[in-house]
């Protein structure tokens, strides 16, 4: 009885462990599963099969069973109660066994698990043996995911395999303390000793291991680079070798020799020439035999040329070499590769600020490349058509860049747009002909431009005393024509508001004469009043435009009042705050209408290179100084019409008089632009930093319009490394706007080099506190760094 009992036992355990697959089978089932629900189904059942293995501890099959959970494990589904099957498969004697349990080690384990940092004897000792291929498998899985820890405590077996006879053996050593040095910096001195002696290697595996290992160490310790320094002309003579005779035929790719070794021996020289003349000096004359000799007809030459291009850019090169360096790049516009022209555009605008004069003889090519129907192409020579644009070249470069605002896609008009208004500030050769540029964005892309493009157009034409009637026949043409650009019809209204007089008079000699009577241009400007597609604010400015014509028109103002008398029951509170004004001021005070509704004085602005903040703070002078201080009485009936629903002025109770210039009161009734006192700077904020990278926000509130803040973020490096591939992202919330400019760049030079600066503009209205969330991405010591954290302590002054 009990002996029938122990078989029935026996052959329920054989009938549960019978079914279990081979990983060939395993994968053609899971394969052939139609659904997803037929997937899991497999896996589940294949999984508690693995765990039932596992509990038996069978040691003849467990790597099998380790094998078949890997794939799993690939495939996305849980694998984790492997991990210890992993340390017993490394302990193993068998090499099957260490090899699965090696893989699954660097598959399932990592810095997060404890488990990791018990197979570290287990390592040290396949270290110490002497069979390559545990050798090889213990360096790799300690390169794949040892810890800090597991670094510190092997780095004395790792040191020592680096002297070791076997190629095969040092490679994967030389990998392995790379690992080490991005893991633990302090342990460069560890390695430092080795290096100059492995690279009389002729090894290509080693000698290119080496390379990366010195660069490494070199971005590390500033004592490394110190020591390494002493070898740029065995580094020197490498290349040399490789680009005159080569190095090995079956490492040649495309006709060039060694391509992956000349770039990280470029990469190396970069850096310990970069701020060293000596070394640089040593250098120069192979980089122009590097940049004249390789052919460029493959990706494989193209690739060293460029690397080439960034060495002589970083060190402190010869000026002919950085030319030569230039003319590479011009060369690669002209590239059928897409991924090469866009690489030469990236690396022309960072040499624009340094080596202008060079890149400005490849401007008709940068140019023609506006056409790319590729977007990240178009607006990379965006970018560098806008930082090449200059005094002399400015007339011809505008053309060019208006020519693409009319065709150019819908997500770069806006910084084509304002690109053309800030390089047509700065350059602009006359008046006249910066007005005409402005005027030509604004008819083409009036709904891009920027917010500030209306209120530069408007004090532009009312300095210009001589371009008054021009001016606003060139607006009234246009405003004819088309009413959809707001911008457009904004600075129209403005215009013809306040130079109706000279429109009507015709006696501009510049462009062609036009018949304009009173009943036209009113009969425009009620148009704009009733289109769908006129904002509140465009309708401000024309129904003030026709308040100032009441003064300007030789007819009868009757037409005039019925409109301005419609808009005291129009439902923005804002408009009809001005149509009740303009209504009391018709019926009221119409005796000092004319004096209230009189030209804007004149408003000066300096050179086009002198600072917006200075050109602000003394168009405030003037403008004070042009209007006389008027007497005791007139400022008191101005002060009067603030309160326009009591009919007695002098039983009125008037808010204190802040400003009895007439100037004051006619900006708050006709909200008309006047420049207040510069306020108190703002203090600026650090927000960020980490390794050296510094990120800060300085603040700067416009007078003219204090809902705008105009936040710049500066980007610093101090440390050793470069900073590459930078981006800053912002977002606010949903009761702020956020417009963002291009950065000035992607890269921060190491030790202080140039930051990067890039301006974001948020409107607050409502004046509520501002909280921005900033997501930072670049990379940072080969190691890319992405940081989220949120600012909500920016000062008070930049909101209130």
């Not at 991990?83 to 090499?95: D, G, N, P, T, V």
């Not at 000596?278 to 192979?286: A, F, G, Q, W």
């Not at 540029?437 to 034409?461: C, K, P, Y």
């Not at 700067?700 to 470069?722: H, K, M, Q, V, Y």
Request: charged share 20%.
């Amino acid at each position: 009885m009990g002996w029938s009992r122990n078989l029935e036992t026996y052959f329920g355990k054989v009938r549960m462990v019978a079914p279990s697959l081979k990983l060939q089978d395993l994968i053609e089932e899971i394969r052939g599963a139609k659904t997803q629900a037929q997937e899991r189904e497999v896996i589940q059942k294949e999984c508690a099969h693995i765990r039932a293995s596992f509990r038996d501890g069978d040691p003849v099959h467990r790597h099998r069973q380790l094998a078949k959970l890997l794939y799993v494990h690939m495939l996305g589904y849980p694998a984790h109660f492997g991990q210890m099957e992993c340390l017993k498969l490394i302990a193993s004697s068998r090499f099957t066994d260490k090899r699965v349990g090696y893989l699954g080690a660097m598959l399932l384990l990592d810095e997060r698990h404890d488990a990791h940092l018990l197979i570290t004897n287990s390592i040290k000792n396949d270290l110490s043996q002497g069979i390559q291929p545990v050798q090889g498998l213990a360096l790799c899985t300690l390169s794949t995911m040892g810890s800090a820890e597991m670094c510190r405590d092997l780095a004395p077996e790792v040191e020592k395999l680096l002297l070791q006879p076997s190629p095969y053996v040092r490679k994967k050593a030389i990998l392995t303390a790379v690992h080490m040095i991005r893991k633990v910096p302090e342990l460069s001195s560890v390695f430092l000793p080795p290096c100059v002696h492995l690279l009389h290697e002729r090894h290509h595996g080693i000698l290119l291991g080496t390379i990366t290992l010195i660069t490494e160490l070199c971005e590390r310790s500033p004592a490394a680079l110190r020591h390494f320094r002493k070898v740029v002309p065995q580094l020197v003579q490498i290349l040399r070798t490789l680009v005159t005779t080569g190095y090995s035929t079956e490492h040649s790719i495309s006709g060039v020799s060694d391509p992956f070794l000349q770039v990280q021996i470029l990469r190396l020289l970069r850096i310990l020439g970069r701020n060293h003349e000596e070394s640089s000096e040593t250098m120069n004359d192979l980089l122009a035999q590097v940049a004249t000799n390789t052919d460029t007809s493959r990706n494989a030459g193209n690739a060293v040329l460029f690397e080439t291009v960034l060495t002589i850019m970083d060190i402190r090169s010869a000026a002919g070499l950085r030319v030569l360096a230039v003319n590479i790049l011009g060369r690669f516009l002209l590239n059928s590769d897409r991924n090469i022209r866009y690489v030469a555009l990236t690396s022309l605008l960072r040499l624009v600020q340094s080596d202008h004069s060079a890149v400005q003889r490849h401007r008709p090519t940068v140019v023609d490349c506006l056409q790319e129907t590729d977007a990240s192409l178009s607006r990379r020579a965006l970018e560098l058509s806008l930082a090449l644009v200059n005094s002399s070249n400015v007339r011809a470069m505008m053309q060019e860049l208006q020519a693409f605002l009319e065709s150019c896609p819908p997500d770069l008009r806006a910084d084509c747009a304002s690109g053309i208004l800030l390089a047509a500030e700065r350059f602009a050769p006359t008046k006249r002909w910066h007005i005409d540029t402005i005027l030509h964005v604004l008819t083409t892309a009036g709904t891009h431009v920027r917010d500030d493009a209306v209120a530069n157009l408007t004090q532009l034409i009312g300095g210009a005393q001589e371009l008054h009637a021009y001016s606003v026949r060139r607006l009234y043409n246009a405003l004819a024509e088309d009413i959809s650009q707001q911008p457009l019809v904004q600075v129209a209204a403005w215009c013809i508001g306040e130079y109706g007089d000279l429109l009507l008079e015709g006696n501009c000699e510049e462009i062609e004469p036009l018949q304009v009577d009173e009943e036209e241009v009113l009969a425009l400007l009620e148009k704009v009043l009733q289109s769908h597609m006129s904002l509140p604010a465009t309708r401000g400015y024309a129904l003030t435009a026709l308040m100032k014509l009441s003064t300007r028109l030789q007819g009868d103002n009757n037409r005039i009042r019925q409109v301005v008398s419609i808009y005291k029951s129009c439902l923005d509170v804002e408009l009809q705050q001005r149509a009740v004004e303009y209504d009391t001021l018709f019926r009221k005070y119409d005796h000092m209408r004319a004096a209230i509704l009189e030209k804007m004085p004149l408003v000066e602005r300096d050179g086009p290179q002198a600072d917006e903040e200075a050109k602000e703070s003394k168009a405030a002078a003037q403008l004070s100084e042009a209007v006389p201080a008027p007497t005791e009485p007139q400022a008191s009936q101005l002060l009067d019409l603030l309160d326009l629903l009591d009919g007695a002025s002098g039983d009125a109770q008037h808010p204190p008089p802040l400003d009895p210039s007439p100037g004051g009161a006619l900006v708050y009734l006709l909200d008309l632009p006047c420049a207040p006192p510069p306020p108190a700077p703002i203090p600026d904020l650090k927000v960020f930093e980490r390794e050296g990278v510094q990120l800060n926000l300085s603040f700067i509130r416009p007078p003219e319009n204090p809902a705008l803040l105009l936040i710049t973020a500066t980007a610093t490096n101090s440390s050793e490394g470069d900073v590459t591939d930078f981006i800053c992202q912002a977002a606010v919330p949903k009761s702020l706007q956020l417009q963002m400019q291009a950065p000035s760049g992607n890269t921060v030079p190491a030790r202080g080099g140039l930051p990067i600066t890039q301006l974001f503009r948020i409107l607050n209205p409502n004046k509520a506190p501002v909280r921005l969330k900033l997501r930072l991405t670049y990379n940072h010591f080969h190691q890319s760094v992405q940081e989220i954290f949120e600012v909500n302590n920016l000062p008070v002054e930049s909101w209130q």
